[in-house]
């Protein structure tokens, strides 16, 4: 048995299982209490072909979706855990600025089942931090889910694979022009890790996907040195069209 397993018990006796979103009891440690796993807005089908947007019920399968049809993404396909709303904010703000770590296995859990796809031999690749900003949240979020994602599907963890070589500000609220100034030049492979990536099947994880500005900086720099094929994984995909309505 494992040791975790073993200690779960006297874990639980010392520290009660509570819902990391409302506080309820729970019985055990691992997630969400019923009422705030169905304010979770999962993606499903039909979806675009390309991107996984979800799309409407009356459309066929392989259609794809007005942006894409504008201009085709480079990535491989996306796979988003949840739709971005009021309850996976929330976690996402626990895990990332209020430091849960914690809350890493069941948000990458989420993840990963829409990565069945993925087998031994894909490399999973973390959005990179600048090392300043490191230094100040102490973690990168986006290796702590890449590496759950990374023990799910049995994939190798490719945590330096990237890196970043600026700091960049934060893109909310500017438009495309001046998100790509801001990543020009900023994500690049890392040299010592370059031979790795040729011919390589990788998933690019984040928590967050926004305007894609940043995930897709990181798909051009690992397409440029050969990787055959990258989807962007996240937790939380911003998509406020798709949410249902109230």
């Known amino acids: 048995m494992p040791l975790a397993e073993t200690f779960a018990p006297v874990v639980d006796l010392i520290f009660p299982p509570r819902c990391p979103l409302c506080g309820e009891g729970l019985s055990a440690q691992v997630g969400l209490c019923a009422t705030c796993w169905s304010e979770l807005v999962i993606p499903g089908e039909p979806a675009c072909a390309l991107c996984q947007r979800p799309m409407g019920d009356s459309v066929d399968t ?3 979706c007005a942006p894409c049809l504008t201009e085709a993404p480079r990535h491989d396909g996306i796979a988003a855990g949840t739709l971005y709303n009021a309850a996976s904010r929330r976690l996402v703000l626990a895990f990332k600025h209020g430091q849960r770590i914690a ?4 948000m990458a859990r989420l993840m990963a089942t829409k990565l ?4 031994p031999g894909w490399l999973i690749v973390p959005v990179p931090l600048h090392r300043w900003r490191l230094w100040r949240r102490g973690f990168n979020q986006a290796a702590l889910l890449g590496r759950e994602i990374a023990r799910a599907r049995g994939a190798t963890l490719a945590v330096d694979m990237l890196e970043r070589r600026k700091p960049t ?5 500017l438009g495309r022009k001046a998100r790509s100034r801001a990543l020009s030049g900023a994500i690049a492979v890392d040299r010592k890790r370059a031979g790795q990536i040729k ?3 990788v998933v690019l994880v984040d928590d967050v996907l926004t305007s894609g500005a940043t995930s897709e900086a990181c798909v051009s720099a690992l397409k440029r040195a050969g990787a055959e094929r990258v989807v962007v994984a996240c937790f939380a995909r911003v ?3 798709a949410l249902p309505t109230a």
């Open 62 to 64: 392989g259609a794809v």
């Open 103 to 106: 809350l890493a296995p069941m």
């Open 116 to 119: 069945s796809f993925v087998e």
């Open 169 to 173: 500000p934060t893109l909310g609220g």
């Open 199 to 201: 011919g390589a099947r």
């Open 239 to 241: 998509l406020d069209e």
